[in-house]
């Protein structure tokens, strides 16, 4: 009987400690479990602030890259409306003296002619007038250089204003339109340079 009790007392002790090791395992475990969970956490935690950092950083330089780029479209868009507006100013002055000219009254326009004919007249040519000319041809036949180039006159002319002068074979186109374009191109890159400056 006292072996028996020995036995059992042996089997309970090796029980306890068969116990005992296999709590002290688990809570190993359970620990071990604790401190990778704690880790993977920590690391986790780690490689999403470093994400975001990261994702912030690029965001931050695609909103400068974006500001830069807009600046400069912002600045050649700015030159490109002083361009046209400075373009816009340079066709309207000329297109001023054209109305100017299309304008003056009956002596000035008369005395405008009398200039062209003794600049430009030869001996015999034919004056042709526009057909809204403010006088008809004896007006220009009893101007001084006509009377002296003994030129002949005709009140035919489809443009806008001034002269032709022609002997036949040779026209020279002195009407108000190719007088202002003449101008514009002897005078649009000074003006142009002066505007651009």
Do not use: W
Request: charge should be negative; aromatic fraction near 6%; hydrophobic fraction near 35%.
């Amino acid at each position: 009987k006292k072996m028996e009790e020995n036995v059992k007392s042996n089997e309970s002790a090796l029980l306890e400690k068969i116990a005992l090791d296999a709590q002290n395992k688990c809570d190993r475990i359970i620990l071990d479990a604790q401190n990778y969970y704690d880790q993977a956490v920590k690391q986790a935690n780690e490689d999403a602030k470093a994400y975001i950092d990261g994702e912030k950083a690029r965001a931050v330089e695609a909103a400068e890259e974006y500001i830069r780029r807009s600046s400069t479209m912002d600045a050649l868009e700015e030159r490109k409306a002083v361009l046209s507006a400075k373009r816009r100013l340079i066709d309207g002055v000329y297109e001023g003296a054209l109305s100017m000219l299309k304008n003056m009254d009956k002596d000035k326009y008369l005395s405008f002619v009398e200039t062209l004919l003794a600049k430009y007249a030869k001996k015999g040519e034919r004056v042709v007038l526009s057909k809204t000319a403010p006088f008809d041809e004896t007006a220009v036949l009893s101007l001084p250089t006509a009377k002296k180039h003994q030129l002949t006159a005709e009140k035919s002319g489809e443009f806008d204003g001034g002269i032709i002068l022609t002997d036949g074979k040779v026209d020279k186109n002195l009407t108000f339109e190719s007088l202002c374009n003449s101008i514009k191109e002897q005078t649009e890159f000074e003006v142009s340079a002066h505007l651009f400056e």
